[in-house]
């Protein structure tokens, strides 16, 4: 151990975080320590409270710090359009682009036979259960070009078939298996604007 036990505490649970290895937990490690006191205490509430706040929306699936997510609360969008993502983070991506003005529905997951996770493990159940009590509603599946998310567009395809329900997809200007949050505003927008319609 090269570093005192608590710098090495943190740099320990600083490396659990997606994209951060050794060299950049050290780094971040003796920044923090470097913290005025108050800085130290408005971090350590941040992390306690999205812990201890952040529920997912009975509704959408989303992330939320109520009863409901801002965006289903929102009576100014259209809730007939719903954007069904695989996680939040695709969420948090098109509402920065800023063009979408629907709602969204998060699978928490993808089908994958390979990973034992079907149609029951992840979130779709509840989203045939709102689509019944809309009119004329419109799904837009924004999920990844890979095996998994070909696979739930199938299955989700299938489910409203007989039901009319419009299901469209994103355009494919998205290159195939690219994450959804990676992806850069302007190709978001485009690939909104001209998402391609699969079912009615």
């Known amino acids: 151990m090269i570093y005192p036990e608590p710098i090495d505490d943190l740099i320990n649970c600083l490396k659990k975080l997606p994209g951060i290895g050794e060299k950049n937990a050290e780094r971040l490690a003796l920044t ?59 969420v948090f991506s ?27 493990n992840i979130n779709i159940a509840s989203l045939v259960k709102r689509v019944e009590t809309l009119e004329n ?18 299955y989700i395809k299938k489910i409203f078939e007989k039901k009319k329900v419009a299901i469209s997809r994103l355009s494919y200007g998205i290159p195939m298996g690219a994450e959804i949050d990676y992806l850069d505003i302007i190709t978001l927008d485009k690939a909104l604007a001209d998402r391609k319609q699969i079912s009615s």
């Not at 709602?103 to 029951?120: F, R, T």
């Open 137 to 154: 509603p419109e799904l837009i599946l924004a999920l990844k070009s890979t095996v998994e998310g070909e696979t739930t567009t199938l």
């Open 94 to 120: 098109f509402e920065k682009a800023g063009s979408f003005h629907g709602v969204y529905h998060v699978l928490h997951g993808l089908i994958s036979p390979a990973d034992d996770i079907g149609p029951e």
């Open 32 to 90: 923090i320590k470097d913290f005025k006191a108050e800085d130290i205490d408005k971090f350590c509430q941040a992390l306690k409270d999205v812990k201890e706040k952040i529920e997912i929306c009975p509704i959408c699936g989303h992330l939320s710090a109520g009863d409901t997510c801002s965006i289903c609360q929102d009576k100014t969008r259209d809730h007939n359009l719903i954007c069904v993502t695989e996680d939040s983070k695709s």
